[in-house]
């Protein structure tokens, strides 16, 4: 089945500096790419999201990219503020399984 | 418009008891989906649903049964709890299927002693 890989699990930046966090997949059908924030005691929330005939994505500071031939995607924050803190996790979505398989999440903290 | 709701919030069982997390979306999404999660191992499925009266069994599945007897609710259910069960489980759903945005509930954080 599905195999996400997500790194770094923990990334510390400054405020204004940019964030990118990588996910790696196994599965070359798979053909969905959410990513989701999680604020502490909270449920995940999506940011954004890419589909696999889609490279990038832009949503105002957040952005996605995709390379379907070495089989990994990106999530790239830039201009990072401190309400950015919070654990990202990125997942994939192959058809033959029918749900979302999550990598095992980041952790961002952003430093005033 | 609620959204995902999940009760209890928070619940302590002994070893051995039984117990229904409930989850109930507003929503008329057709797809539902329980993940627990466990630190340093991100959101694993449990169980999900495509629709009313149809179940089918994720990554995870072994000690909790569900249902899908309505479009609304999905409870999943610990039949004799264990340690290992303690954990923060999420409730989610999708309008459609796991291809479309997920919408998850606050989170129910289950200790088994």
């Given at each position: 089945?599905?195999?996400?890989?997500?790194?770094?699990?923990?990334?510390?930046?400054?405020?204004?500096?940019?964030?990118?966090?990588?996910?790696?997949?196994?599965?070359?059908?798979?053909?969905?790419f959410?990513?989701?924030?999680?604020?502490?005691?909270?449920?995940?929330?999506?940011?954004?999201d890419?589909?696999?005939?889609v490279?990038?994505?832009?949503?105002q500071?957040?952005?996605?990219?995709?390379?379907?031939?070495?089989?990994?995607?990106?999530l790239?924050?830039?201009?990072?503020?401190p309400?950015?803190s919070?654990?990202?996790?990125?997942?994939?979505s192959?058809?033959?399984?029918g749900n979302?398989?999550?990598?095992?999440?980041?952790?961002?903290?952003?430093?005033p | 418009?609620a959204?995902?709701?999940?009760t209890?919030?928070?619940?302590?069982?002994?070893?051995?008891?039984?117990?229904t997390?409930?989850?109930?979306?507003d929503?008329n999404?057709?797809?539902?989906?329980?993940?627990?999660?466990?630190?340093g191992?991100?959101?694993?499925?449990?169980?999900?649903?495509?629709?009313?009266?149809?179940t089918?069994?994720?990554?995870?599945?072994?000690?909790?049964?569900?249902?899908?007897?309505?479009t609304?609710?999905f409870?999943?259910?610990?039949l004799s709890a264990a340690?290992?069960?303690?954990?923060?489980?999420f409730?989610?759903?999708?309008?459609?299927?796991?291809?479309?945005?997920?919408?998850?509930?606050q989170?129910?954080?289950?200790t088994?002693?």
């Amino acid at each position: 089945g599905e195999n996400v890989e997500q790194h770094p699990s923990t990334l510390s930046v400054q405020e204004g500096d940019s964030a990118v966090i990588k996910c790696t997949y196994s599965d070359s059908a798979s053909n969905y790419f959410p990513w989701y924030k999680q604020e502490l005691g909270k449920g995940p929330q999506l940011i954004i999201d890419i589909r696999s005939n889609v490279g990038e994505k832009k949503d105002q500071r957040i952005a996605v990219t995709l390379n379907k031939t070495a089989k990994h995607f990106s999530l790239h924050i830039t201009e990072t503020q401190p309400e950015d803190s919070a654990v990202y996790f990125c997942a994939a979505s192959p058809p033959s399984q029918g749900n979302l398989i999550f990598g095992k999440g980041t952790k961002l903290s952003v430093k005033p | 418009n609620a959204g995902v709701t999940q009760t209890p919030k928070f619940q302590v069982l002994k070893t051995g008891q039984s117990m229904t997390l409930q989850c109930a979306q507003d929503m008329n999404h057709e797809y539902m989906s329980w993940y627990r999660q466990d630190p340093g191992m991100g959101l694993r499925l449990i169980h999900y649903s495509v629709g009313a009266g149809i179940t089918d069994q994720g990554e995870v599945p072994n000690g909790y049964n569900v249902s899908r007897s309505t479009t609304e609710d999905f409870p999943l259910r610990l039949l004799s709890a264990a340690p290992s069960q303690t954990s923060v489980y999420f409730c989610a759903s999708s309008y459609f299927d796991s291809n479309t945005e997920a919408f998850f509930g606050q989170g129910t954080r289950l200790t088994v002693v």
